[in-house]
């Protein structure tokens, strides 16, 4: 009976906890069916409990990154050999961790080593800015000794391999389960009943998110423009941290068509893209941009920041406009056109061919994982 192991300790949230729940879900049966031994390390195993899998529960302080490199580099060696044989050890979370196996991956969903910070930063989230700072080094460590690398995008496939001058050939494309595009559920409410051109942006409140480059644009609508028949919804309340602060100080309650509605649930998030007309997504960092997929299977416009990661997300929808994150204006002018019933920017996203390897689901994957021939590690260009 072979031996895997996830180590998924510091996924205890969000979009990185959804991808260790269909990850463990994928091996629950796959250890009743080939007769595997699957192991997972884990915060708590109440976040990913499925049947057949054997738990190893790992708690730390989150906030203390000394725990978390000892537990990377030390810890886990050790676990390693008390488990030995280890057949393949998959690393769910970024890090390489120092561990004995026959096979090992790692799956980065951090983007932020290529993200292009500025100095203001420093004041509203240092903690960002020093995660992009050392984040590539923390990637750095042990990456080479990895028989695989799984990343979500093309465009970061070969940004790691050029950062790190690792083989494309072994880092593996495997996109979000959940991002195919598909037309909204008919019955779903599609327009709202008033007169004004609605525009949404859904991101958790963090400076890279860029709502500035929003709250700018609307400036720019109502007092160079004179534009109002509209209204724009980000979902951040003003009070969540530095960041917000300033925008709300800024920003809040002082131009009527600009809303800070905050935190919406999956419910209530559906609703607002539901009767919307219009997605802005301006963030300038992200892995993939989760809510460019949600907001497509609609088929309504969306303005996205003409960075990679949002033209290869956007492959496939049909009404999408790129912009410059850094430029308002250009944003506005966007804007304004859809306001005054202008589409003609909008123009279709292309889908391109992904070369291989390509693992379009966890089988997929795990048949790269497990199955292919054994690769040199330390391997390079």
């Excluded at 031996?3 to 969000?14: F, G, K, M, P, Q």
């Excluded at 991002?179 to 942006?201: C, H, L, Q, W």
Aim: proline share 5%.
């Amino acid at each position: 009976m072979k031996t895997i192991v996830v180590s998924a300790v510091n996924l205890v949230e969000a979009g990185t906890l959804a991808i260790l729940r269909d990850c463990v879900q994928y091996l629950s049966v796959l250890a009743e069916e080939k007769d595997y031994r699957v192991l997972v390390i884990i915060h708590k195993k109440e976040l990913a409990y499925f049947p057949n899998i054997e738990y190893i529960e790992t708690q730390w302080p989150k906030k203390r990154w000394v725990n978390r490199l000892w537990f990377e580099y030390v810890s886990l060696k050790k676990i390693s050999k008390e488990l030995s044989p280890v057949y393949l050890w998959f690393s769910l979370h970024d890090t390489s961790p120092t561990v004995v196996a026959q096979k090992r991956a790692v799956y980065c969903h951090n983007s932020f080593p290529f993200y292009k910070w500025k100095l203001r930063e420093l004041y509203f989230a240092p903690k960002i800015v020093m995660f992009a700072i050392f984040s590539r080094y923390f990637y750095w460590i042990n990456i080479k000794k990895n028989n695989y690398i799984v990343v979500q995008q093309s465009w970061f496939r070969e940004a790691m391999a050029n950062m790190f001058n690792l083989d494309p050939k072994q880092i593996i494309i495997s996109k979000p389960s959940s991002t195919a595009v598909k037309m909204f559920e008919p019955g779903v409410d599609n327009n709202r009943s008033d007169e004004n051109y609605v525009f949404i942006f859904a991101a958790s409140p963090n400076s890279h998110k860029n709502f500035e480059c929003i709250c700018r644009a609307v400036t720019h609508l109502e007092q160079k423009m004179g534009i109002r028949n509209f209204k724009v919804y980000i979902t951040i309340t003003g009070i969540e941290n530095k960041y917000t602060r300033w925008l709300f100080k800024n920003w809040g309650n002082k131009f009527t068509s600009l809303k800070f509605i905050g935190f919406l649930n999956r419910i209530e998030l559906e609703t607002f893209y539901a009767s919307s007309h219009c997605l802005i997504f301006p963030s300038k960092v992200e892995t993939w941009g989760l809510p460019i997929s949600e907001f497509a299977r609609y088929q309504k416009p969306m303005l996205l920041a003409d960075l990679p990661y949002a033209h290869e997300t956007a492959q496939g929808s049909g009404r999408v406009a790129f912009f410059d994150p850094d430029n308002e204006k250009q944003l506005a002018n966007l804007m304004a056109s859809l306001i005054q019933g202008n589409y003609s920017m909008l123009k279709p996203v292309d889908v391109k061919i992904i070369q291989p390897p390509v693992a379009n689901n966890w089988a997929q994957l795990f048949d790269h994982l497990l199955n292919l021939p054994d690769v040199n590690c330390d391997f390079k260009k």
